[in-house]
T-cell receptor, first 113, second 109 residues
Framework: GAVVSQHPSWVICKSGTSVKIECRSL??????MFWYRQFPKQSLMLMAT?????????EQGVEKDKFLINHASLTLSTLTVTSAHPEDSSFYIC?????????FGQGTRLTVV | GIQVEQSPPDLILQEGANSTLRCNFS?????LQWFHQNPWGQLINLFY???GTKQNGRLSATTVATERYSLLYISSSQTTDSGVYFC???????????FGQGTTLQVKP
């Protein structure tokens, strides 16, 4: 199967600071990657679609100015949580498709204190 | 949008028992995947199964696309099978996946 790597696995930051999360497809190229968010004991909710070389597409209700997405190459997408607040604390997970099957990164647990 | 419902929400089994998890979806799909989320949050791909039947060891899955449901079978369960099982579906060509609420499985020794 395909490998998607996410970094960091966990991060603690102070309220008001920004945090960058990286998502890499290690053994395949992905023109599109996806970012999901998962609150404790809940399901995954799609936040945005990351498109290589163009702007990301955000799902309804997701603030694009708070969650900045950059898809700089065919193997790397980044999610920056800007001016983080405690309510942004969550598990963020990315995915990329090889052919039509989705593969997920390990996830990043963000805690804002 | 497509609605995805999984049942049961919680399941407790004794080691060695068999189980069936169900995923119902409200519209036609061209992607259906089953995942196991381990205690560290990692989503492990179990099956890519928009239709038909597949088997992998003690696990098998069947999707009946015309009736809009999929089943995941776990036989001879082990404690390492514990965790949350998600069904996720997609339609069209966007690649987006919609997840069900998951089934939390606990296998007791």
């Amino acid at each position: 199967g395909a490998v998607v790597s996410q970094h960091p696995s966990w991060v603690i930051c102070k309220s008001g600071t920004s945090v960058k999360i990286e998502c890499r497809s290690l053994d395949f190229q992905a023109t599109t990657m996806f970012w999901y968010r998962q609150f404790p004991k809940q399901s995954l909710m799609l936040m945005a679609t990351s498109n290589e070389g163009s702007k990301a597409t955000y799902e309804q209700g997701v603030e694009k100015d708070k969650f900045l997405i950059n898809h700089a190459s065919l193997t790397l997408s980044t999610l920056t949580v800007t001016s983080a607040h405690p309510e942004d604390s969550s598990f963020y997970i990315c995915s990329a498709h090889l052919h039509t099957e989705a593969f997920f990164g390990q996830g990043t647990r963000l805690t804002v204190v | 949008g497509i609605q995805v419902e999984q049942s049961p929400p919680d399941l407790i089994l004794q080691e060695g028992a068999n189980s069936t998890l169900r995923c119902n979806f409200s519209d036609s799909v061209n992607n259906l995947q089953w995942f196991h989320q381990n205690p560290w949050g990692q989503l492990i791909n179990l099956f890519y199964i928009p239709s038909g039947t597949k088997q992998n060891g003690r696990l098998s899955a069947t999707t009946v696309a015309t009736e809009r449901y999929s089943l995941l079978y776990i036989s001879s369960s082990q404690t390492t099978d514990s965790g949350v099982y998600f069904c996720a579906v997609g339609s069209g060509n966007t690649g987006k996946l919609i997840f069900g609420q998951g089934t939390t499985l606990q296998v007791k020794p």
